[in-house]
């Protein structure tokens, strides 16, 4: 029997890679992963805990493919309650809008866009 243990990672082609890692590391904390092993001029690794963000570089002068995400597509972090609130302030302070969703008392999100307009969510279980 097959079985999923968990996401391994998720995977942004971005139009200007250093401006990309330092967003993620500035607005969700994310630290490098695999430095030696992987990283290059066209690839980067950032992660929290096991959740991995892998980065590269757009070969497009034109950036392409870039912000093509289906209505919907998105990538999701997990935290709590405190933290949640947090990072609401902190995209306030940034200047970054973001629209709050309370999924009918399951779970609480808050919506954003990224540097190349990937949709991004923040969710907390402890509503």
């Known amino acids: 029997m097959t079985k999923i243990e968990k996401l391994d990672h998720i995977a942004l082609v971005v139009s200007d890679l250093d401006k990309s890692v330092e967003w993620y590391q500035d ?21 929290a805990g096991d959740t991995i963000v892998a980065f590269f570089q757009s070969e497009s002068d034109e950036g392409e493919p870039l912000n093509k ?39 609480h999100s808050i919506y954003f866009s990224d540097p190349d307009g990937y949709h991004c969510e923040i969710t907390t279980y402890e509503v």
């Open 27 to 47: 607005i969700f904390g994310l630290v490098p992963k695999y430095e030696k092993e992987w990283w290059s001029d066209k690839e980067k690794f950032l992660g």
């Open 69 to 107: 995400n289906p209505k919907g597509c998105h990538h999701a972090f997990r935290t709590n309650r405190d933290s949640f609130e947090s990072y609401k302030d902190r995209l306030t302070e940034k200047g970054i809008e973001f629209r709050f969703v309370d999924h009918g008392g399951v779970t």
